[in-house]
Structures are given as structure tokens and as C-alpha cells.
């Protein structure tokens, strides 16, 4: 039993810091004063926070999707491209992201059945 609650929390406490990292980075990418130097060092400011915590497998599209971006965050750091190609990038990979999350909480149909409900 208490090997399950241990496994429970590392697996909460790595995704809080998925979710914080992707928060962290669209935060920064918003900004008037996106530099491709700025955005080098707060990738790697952020990465330090997501590596203290444990990394635990997680069987789930939106964390695979997270982990993916996270991924393609360092590469781009790495890359030659210029400081808007980055932050559109970034900001359209993230909405996607955010979008596959609220795919899975929103139904219109339930929201269409409410509406008809109240009257």
C-alpha cells in the first residue's frame, strides 16, 4: 500500500511540473521582449525545476504530448532559427496542447443538453 501512494504522488508531482514547464514557457513566449538569448537561458532556468522531479512513465496522450514539446523546446535551443520563428512555434504547439486537454473535459453535446434543460 505504501509503495502505491508513493507512486501516486511522484506521478502528481511530475505532472504539476509538465504542466508548470509548458505554463512557464508560453508565459515567456507572450512577452514583448522575446530574445532568442533570453529564451535560451529561461529554457534552461525551467528545465532545472522539471528535473527535480522524479520523471515517471505516464500512459497518457496530453503527457506524451507535453513530453514532446518539452523535447522540441531544447532542440529549438538549439537551433538556427530567429527568435519570431521560435515564438510562433512555441505558442502554436502549446495551443495545441492546451486544445487536446479540453477536447477531453468539454462535450458539446452535454453543454447543448443543459442549455435545453433550463427551459
Known amino acids: 500500500m505504501e509503495e502505491k501512494k508513493r507512486e501516486k504522488y511522484l506521478q502528481t508531482r511530475y505532472k504539476r511540473e509538465l504542466e508548470r514547464y509548458l505554463n512557464r514557457v508560453v508565459n515567456y513566449a507572450q512577452q ?3 530574445s532568442k538569448e533570453g529564451y ?6 525551467v528545465t532545472k525545476r522539471l528535473l527535480e522531479a522524479e520523471k515517471v512513465p505516464l500512459y497518457n496522450d496530453y503527457y506524451e504530448k507535453l513530453e ?4 522540441k523546446t531544447h532542440r529549438m535551443k538549439e537551433s538556427n532559427l530567429d527568435s519570431d520563428e521560435i515564438q510562433a512555434e512555441i505558442l502554436h504547439d ?5 486544445k487536446e486537454k479540453r477536447k477531453k473535459t468539454y462535450n458539446r453535446k452535454d453543454r447543448k443538453r443543459a442549455f435545453e434543460d433550463e427551459f
Open 94 to 98: 502549446a495551443n495545441q496542447i492546451r
Open 40 to 45: 535560451e537561458a529561461w529554457i534552461d532556468k
Open 68 to 71: 514532446a514539446f518539452i523535447e
Open 32 to 34: 514583448e521582449s522575446f
